[in-house]
């Protein structure tokens, strides 16, 4: 069965540190990968997306990913974050012809300031 | 264009009552898909709705059941309330760009079942 694991369960960082969160899936064809954000009390929005083309994708806020295929990997990164990227991160795939995305259980990251 | 919209966003049920929750789309929007979303489970896959036909399923029982209306409007139904029913149940809707597909949620609906 197809899975998403995400390694980091909480990250705790202070300001300005870099960031990465793994995100590793199990499926060996063509794959559609997407990174959810969600803050305190608000709801889940999409940070950016990978679905062909250029492996590292560029998201909002400063957040980019690179999509690794020999190692079935998506991971988050962001050179620099701010006390406001607290919020828990959601690592999502799309494998095959099953158009059920299949999600990670998530990376709650709390910046100190 | 407004969002992903969800009512009701909160929810106290007791056990063997049941609910219903409803959603409304991005305007164009055909698809939604709803999810279940607990601490210990992460989201959950419930269901599928496409042009008001049920495309795709989870694995929940009969229990959970949903609808799409002809204006892309989607209601979920839980009959016999559980207490492990106890959740964030999230609505999303889907653009399309050829077979790319990307969701958007609503704020969810927070049931608690006493």
């Known amino acids: 069965a197809q899975s998403v694991s995400q390694h980091n369960h909480h990250v705790i960082l202070s300001e300005a540190a870099s960031l990465e969160l793994g995100c590793n899936y199990s499926y060996g064809g063509t794959v559609n990968l997407f990174w959810y954000v969600q803050y305190p009390g608000q709801h889940l929005q999409l940070l950016l997306k990978y679905f062909s083309g250029d492996p590292l994708v560029k998201g909002i806020k400063g957040f980019e990913a690179e999509f690794i295929k020999s190692k079935f990997s998506f991971n988050l990164r962001k050179p620099s974050v701010q006390w406001s990227d607290t919020a828990e991160y959601f690592c999502?795939?799309?494998?095959?012809?099953?158009?059920?995305?299949?999600w990670g259980l998530g990376t709650s990251l709390a910046v100190n300031p | 264009k407004a969002g992903v919209t969800q009512t009701p966003r909160y929810l106290i049920k007791t056990r063997g009552q049941q609910v219903t929750l409803s959603c409304s789309p991005i305007s164009g929007h055909r698809s939604v898909s709803w999810y279940q979303q607990t601490p210990g489970q992460g989201l959950q896959f419930l269901f599928e709705y496409f042009s008001e036909t049920q495309r795709n399923k989870g694995n929940f029982p009969g229990r959970f059941s949903g609808r799409q209306f002809s204006n892309s409007r989607s209601e979920m139904n839980v009959s016999t309330l559980e207490l492990g029913d106890s959740a964030l149940y999230l609505c999303?809707?889907?653009?399309?760009?050829?077979?790319?597909?990307?969701?958007?949620f609503g704020p969810g609906t927070r049931l608690l079942v006493l």
């Open positions: 999502a795939v799309n494998a095959g012809n099953n158009r059920k995305l299949i």
């Open positions: 999303a809707s889907s653009l399309f760009i050829g077979l790319q597909e990307t969701q958007y």
